[in-house]
């Protein structure tokens, strides 16, 4: 069964510091990895996603996320955090073994930005 | 622009009293979700429709229903609240590729219930 797990629910950086935040995922099949932004009081929007192709993915505000096979991973990044990014970030997984339309979102990762 | 939006924002209601959430998408998808985020559980799926007329139950579905009779609506009922339903709900849509895999799903922007 697929499932998603973030490490951490909550992360603090400082304004210019790198962003990461931590996604691993399970699935039995090659999977479709997407990460989702929740700024307060707004629903999800997404960030980036991988499909099929090249593994390092680039999202909307200077994210990144890469796609490691091996570790069964999918983290976040951003070189230089910005006061703006404050929001919190889900990681989701979706593939053939649940027919494809439903995804599986992780627990959520707070990112806190400090001045 | 195409958007999708939820009615209300906002609601209290009582214990064992039916109530339904209203989701509205322009965006003229076949698919659509609804689910509930709570702290620490992240968003879980409660019903979803591939088209008019097919509803299928998620993983936590029991005490809600939905109905899907034209494109662009997917209300979602509590059959007679309980306060293990509070809890802010989205809406959300995808289109259609084929295989179904790798769609993007478009939120409304929630639905925050209290069942007291």
């Known amino acids: 069964a697929q499932s998603v797990t973030q490490l951490g629910s909550h992360v603090s950086v400082s304004e210019g510091a790198l962003v990461l935040l931590r996604c691993n995922y399970s699935?039995?099949?090659?999977?479709?990895l997407f990460w989702y932004v929740q700024y307060p009081n707004q629903g999800l929007q997404l960030l980036l996603k991988?499909?099929?192709?090249?593994?390092l993915v680039k999202g909307i505000n200077g994210f990144e996320a890469e796609f490691k096979k091996s570790e069964t991973s999918f983290h976040l990044t951003k070189p230089s955090a910005h006061m703006s990014d404050a929001a919190e970030y889900f990681c989701?997984?979706?593939?053939?073994?649940?027919?494809?339309?439903?995804?599986?979102f992780g627990a959520g990762t707070r990112l806190f930005v400090k001045a | 622009d195409a958007e999708i939006t939820q009615s209300p924002r906002h609601k209290i209601t009582e214990t064992g009293r039916q109530v339904t959430l209203a989701c509205h998408q322009t965006?003229?998808?076949?698919?659509m979700f609804w689910y509930r985020q709570d702290l620490g559980h992240g968003l879980r799926l409660i019903h979803y429709?591939?088209?008019?007329?097919?509803?299928n139950k998620g993983e936590v579905s029991d005490g809600y229903s939905v109905s899907r009779s034209n494109t662009e609506d997917l209300p979602l009922t509590l059959e007679s609240a309980a306060s293990s339903q509070t809890s802010v709900y989205f809406c959300?849509?995808?289109?259609?590729?084929?295989?179904?895999?790798?769609?993007?799903?478009?939120f409304g922007p929630g639905t925050r219930l209290l069942v007291l």
């Open positions: 959300a849509s995808s289109d259609s590729t084929g295989t179904g895999i790798g769609e993007t799903q478009y």
């Open positions: 699935s039995s099949v090659p999977p479709y």
């Open positions: 991988y499909t099929t192709g090249a593994t």
């Open positions: 989701a997984v979706s593939d053939r073994s649940t027919g494809g339309f439903k995804t599986i």
């Open positions: 965006w003229n998808h076949n698919n």
């Open positions: 429709s591939y088209g008019v007329q097919d509803t």
